[in-house]
T-cell receptor, first 112, second 116 residues
């Protein structure tokens, strides 16, 4: 069975500072993908960043980067230079085969 | 680009009523999904489809039905609504699942359903 665990229900960060959101997962598959999605109050789910398990290099998208530790099955998201618009719910997701598996989310507050 | 369109955005149902949540995508994606999002519970897969005429159950299919007569449309039917079905429902689609590279889902904007 596939599982995704986000152990931080809530996080806060000062504007312009850096924050890291944690995610661990479990799968017996060797080929899989990992994603971080952002859900602002508008409810729309927005893809933030993705990582292929077969790639060792950590993915980066502007201010967003991941720390992918395959052996530890860890996939954390780092947000640098946090902005007010980063405030949202963040979901970690694992894709194997035809399905995605989501964590329970981390609510991020950005303090001006 | 419309992407994935869900209707309605909000709905209140009485116990025992039925309704259909509509989902349409214009990206020619083969894979479509229905999820429900409960507070603090993440997203749970209800049903999914890998192409027109093909559907399969997800983690929480009871109380729901789907059909996929065209590539574009993937409606979710609720029969005999129950308070336990109060949730936010998301439709999603994807063009490349299990194939490299994987660009993930495109989500609709969600439907907030309340059953009273």
């Amino acid at each position: 069975a596939q599982t995704v665990t986000q152990s931080q229900p809530e996080m806060s960060v000062q504007e312009a500072e850096t924050v890291t959101l944690s995610c661990t997962y479990d799968t017996s598959e060797s080929d899989y993908y990992l994603f971080w999605y952002k859900q602002p109050p508008s409810r729309q789910m927005i893809l933030v960043i993705r990582q292929e398990a077969y790639k060792q290099q950590n993915a980066t998208e502007n201010r967003f980067s991941v720390n992918f530790q395959k052996a530890a099955k860890s996939f954390s998201l780092k947000i640098s230079d946090s902005q007010l618009g980063d405030a949202a719910m963040y979901f970690c997701a694992l894709n194997t085969g035809n399905q995605f598996y989501f964590g329970t989310g981390t609510s991020l507050t950005v303090i001006p | 680009n419309a992407g994935v369109t869900q209707t309605p955005k909000f709905r209140i149902l009485k116990i025992g009523q039925s309704m259909t949540l509509q989902c349409t995508q214009d990206m020619n994606h083969n894979y479509m999904y229905w999820y429900r999002q409960d507070p603090g519970m993440g997203l749970k897969l209800i049903y999914y489809s890998v192409g027109a005429g093909i559907t399969d159950k997800g983690e929480v299919p009871n109380g729901y039905n789907v059909s996929r007569s065209t590539t574009e449309d993937f409606p979710l039917r609720l029969e005999l609504a129950a308070p336990s079905q109060t949730s936010v429902y998301f439709c999603a689609s994807s063009s490349r699942v299990g194939i490299k590279p994987n660009y993930g889902y495109t989500f609709g904007s969600g439907t907030r359903l309340t059953v009273v």
